[in-house]
């Protein structure tokens, strides 16, 4: 195992382990029965335990492991996401469509790096036939709305989420066979911005970010969870091809994106009167509810990587 | 029927069973929401909203294995009993119980039918809306079934049950399904109240169940 490799999965063992003692440690002091804030707190750091463990078995089945493991991210998100929406029975079709031919020939385009078609395939190909096969059924009924909400749940949950494993199809000169890391390195650093913002918001958080579109979300928790989270970003700058300057500027870019897209998916939670995505991750809600921050991240760090750091 | 074939024929319950279940989960992420009721090996009979065939399969999913094994979906005699395939599915696959709608001979009476299978201990699975409901209402009114069986067996429960999106997964005339959340929702046990009318009671058990439905269609 290569050094860098196992000093990141230590220093994961050691945060979660750490993160398990402090929740035993209040669960046991706190009064009874436990306040459901800690029950929840403890349900979240099992379920990093198998999010880590299942990321770490993905990684060392390298490029088949990612690749299968967020195509069936996209397949948890996008249901979450078109079960929310407004689906009639004319869009059967579509919808078939969505996840038995546009997940897996996104992924097939990721597999193969055949990058002029990963990045139109969805927004123009997809995007233009949707509507065409749902006007073709000749169901006009609230039609804007179905082919928006369609377009957006596969912008977001197979567009943006196949973003991460064609992080390993870019030629970083000097960093080949290591692009791994690259994903390494945007997950540890969006999900610890999340898990930073949650621990900053809840021990500082006054100041409502927007009361309107999420209420757990505060000033304190943002500055706090973003800035510490760039500075995670800099200490991580051993597995990148980044220099510890550089790579917080990158962690700021991706931890700001992936705030945003919290904050989206809050919205949309919110306009749909649902408070979670799901129920597949025990404390945490649904697989969106993990993912919504990496996925506006994803595409954004792609893009820093392959305009600065490829030939 | 010999000892070999008594198996084989568990066997291939047990393991269309567990396939099934298995199936639903992976599609549709079904899971039980026990709002009222708690699961139990009591006996039951579950009444649900009928929108799919594959209705009874997301509820027994919601089931233990153990009373997924005493549990018989009642299902429609004259569509499942048509061609032999169609019985063997229905009978030897899938355990359901088949009534005819329009019965004629006495031995056909689905009421008996049903009360013969409550009668060996085992639970059922019931549509009171009689058929599929494929109009833009939420819950069609309920046949008088669910009232009969209850003041024959008083004893057994009336667990309503909410089978949220399955409309959607799997709409009418469609064979493949569209991975759809759901969710099923058990409710407080309905019992029929002392010299309550037969109407009464099935529009008292229709409200209720309506009632378990956790995302009515917002009017916007």
Redesign the interface.
């Given at each position: 195992m290569r050094h860098d490799v196992s000093i990141l999965i230590i220093g994961l063992l050691v945060v979660l382990t750490t993160a398990s003692i402090v929740a035993a440690i209040l669960s046991a002091r706190a009064p009874k029965p436990l306040s459901s804030t800690l029950v929840n707190l403890t349900q979240r750091i099992n379920a990093w335990w198998v999010m880590v463990a299942l990321m770490t078995v993905a990684f060392f089945f390298g490029r088949y492991g990612m690749t299968i493991l967020f195509a069936l991210i996209s397949?948890a998100s996008?249901?979450?996401f078109?079960?929310l929406t407004h689906?009639r029975?004319s869009d059967?079709w579509v919808?078939?469509g969505m996840?038995?031919i546009i997940i897996p020939f996104q992924y097939w385009l990721v597999w193969t790096a055949w990058y002029g078609l990963f990045v139109i395939f969805i927004p123009v190909y997809c995007f233009l036939l949707m509507p065409a096969i749902t006007a073709l059924h000749g169901d006009t009924e609230r039609f804007l709305e179905r082919i928006a909400a369609q377009q957006w749940a596969v912008m977001i949950s197979v567009y943006c989420v196949s973003h991460v494993p064609a992080l390993l199809t870019l030629d970083v000169p000097g960093f080949e066979g290591r692009n791994l890391l690259l994903i390494a390195f945007l997950i540890i650093v969006v999900q610890g911005s999340d898990v930073l913002q949650y621990i900053f918001g809840k021990l500082f958080g006054k100041h409502r970010f927007s009361p309107t579109v999420s209420p757990s979300k505060t000033w304190e928790g943002l500055i706090g969870g973003v800035v510490s989270a760039s500075l995670l970003g800099a200490l991580l700058s051993f597995v990148t091809p980044f220099s510890p300057l550089q790579a917080a500027c990158v962690a700021f870019v991706v931890c700001s994106m992936g705030f945003l897209g919290g904050l989206v998916a809050s919205a949309i939670k919110r306009d749909q009167?649902?408070k979670d995505w799901?129920?597949?991750i025990e404390g945490h809600g649904g697989m969106m509810d993990r993912t919504d921050s990496l996925v506006f991240a994803a595409p954004i760090f792609f893009h820093i990587v392959r305009y600065f750091w490829t030939v | 029927m010999s000892k070999l074939a008594l198996k084989t024929f568990t066997l291939l319950q047990t393991v269309t069973s567990v396939g099934l279940s298995a199936l639903a989960w992976v599609v549709t992420g079904v899971r039980p929401i026990w709002n009222g009721s708690l699961p139990s090996d009591r006996q039951r009979i579950y009444f649900a909203n009928h929108t799919s065939h594959g209705d009874f399969i997301l509820l027994s999913a919601c089931l233990s294995e153990k009373e997924r094994a005493i549990t018989h979906a009642v299902a429609a005699g004259e569509y499942w009993g048509k061609s032999r395939l169609r019985r063997f599915i229905a009978e030897d696959m899938l355990s359901s119980v088949l009534i005819n709608r329009q019965w004629t001979k006495p031995e056909e009476n689905p009421i008996e039918i049903m009360l013969s299978v409550l009668d060996q201990g085992h639970s059922l699975i019931l549509f009171p809306e009689g058929t599929r409901n494929m109009t833009e209402e939420p819950l069609l009114a309920f046949r008088s079934g669910l009232y009969n069986l209850s003041m024959a067996r008083p004893e057994v429960e009336l667990i309503p049950c909410w089978i949220e999106n399955m409309s959607r997964v799997l709409p009418k005339g469609q064979f493949l399904p569209v991975p759809l959340l759901c969710r099923v929702v058990f409710g407080a046990p309905v019992t029929v109240a002392p010299g309550e009318e037969r109407r009464a009671f099935l529009d008292r058990a229709h409200a209720t169940l309506l009632a378990l439905n956790p995302r009515p269609e917002r009017d916007d």
């Open positions: 397949f996008l249901r979450e078109v079960t689906t029975r059967h919808l078939l996840f038995g009167g649902v799901g129920h597949l | -």
